[in-house]
């Protein structure tokens, strides 16, 4: 079994061999890497693209709108997802971000996971009846089991979720009530202690 690191490094130097820069070849090395983490197919999935990059032609966008539906070749989903990260900040103002035609949407999926993680919110991922809930760069959860990805994603959506509790308040009163059994009832040794140092001082 290969080793996250050599999924790494191997990601990265093909990358720079196909053209892309060795600051967009080490992005996508840590997204494929990221992408086999979680259980995703990252080395097939650039490999295919990569492949098809050979004989077909793919759109770069580097400054991301709100909506971005733009006629021709299917998105390049790396160019995409560096740009997304490097314009992250920007981003999220936006609440919601939609695109056409993003090819091979698995490789820009790690992008928005680490996205996740930078401005600390949650990522909903949509994209032609398909759901990716992104926590933080900590897990990713799906309703795509079992299926071979696809290459195309038509309809896409990148919601930004505003933080919020899981649990109301009166969840959290209730089992705060119960911690407080574990307080230590202040006396008055335990305040002589937190005093300061006592009659000694080692400084």
Not at 19 to 34: A, H, P, Q, T
Not at 40 to 45: A, M, T, V
Not at 141 to 153: A, D, R, T
């Amino acid at each position: 079994m290969k080793s996250f690191s050599e999924i790494e490094t191997t990601s990265k130097r093909a990358s720079r061999a196909l053209g892309f820069s060795w600051g967009e070849s080490e992005e996508i090395g840590k997204c494929v890497r990221l992408l086999e983490l979680f259980g995703f197919p990252g080395i097939k999935s650039l490999n295919q693209y990569y492949q098809s990059r050979k004989k077909e032609k793919f759109k770069d966008l580097k400054l991301i709108e709100q909506n971005n539906n733009l006629d021709g070749e299917p998105l390049c989903p790396i160019t995409l997802g560096v740009s997304f990260l490097d314009q992250i900040k920007k981003l999220e103002t936006f609440k919601n971000i939609k695109f056409q035609n993003i090819a091979y949407p698995i490789l820009f999926l790690a992008f928005l996971s680490r996205s996740s993680e930078i401005i600390g919110k949650k990522i909903l991922f949509k994209f032609d009846n398909n759901e990716f809930f992104l926590n933080f760069n900590i897990n990713i959860l799906s309703n795509f089991f079992n299926k071979e990805f696809p290459l195309l994603g038509s309809n896409i959506e990148v919601i930004f979720l505003e933080n919020a509790d899981s649990f109301t308040n009166s969840d959290w009163k209730n089992l705060y009530k119960l911690s407080e059994d574990t307080f230590v009832e202040e006396s008055d040794s335990l305040k002589q202690a937190a005093a300061g140092a006592g009659l000694t001082d080692n400084d």
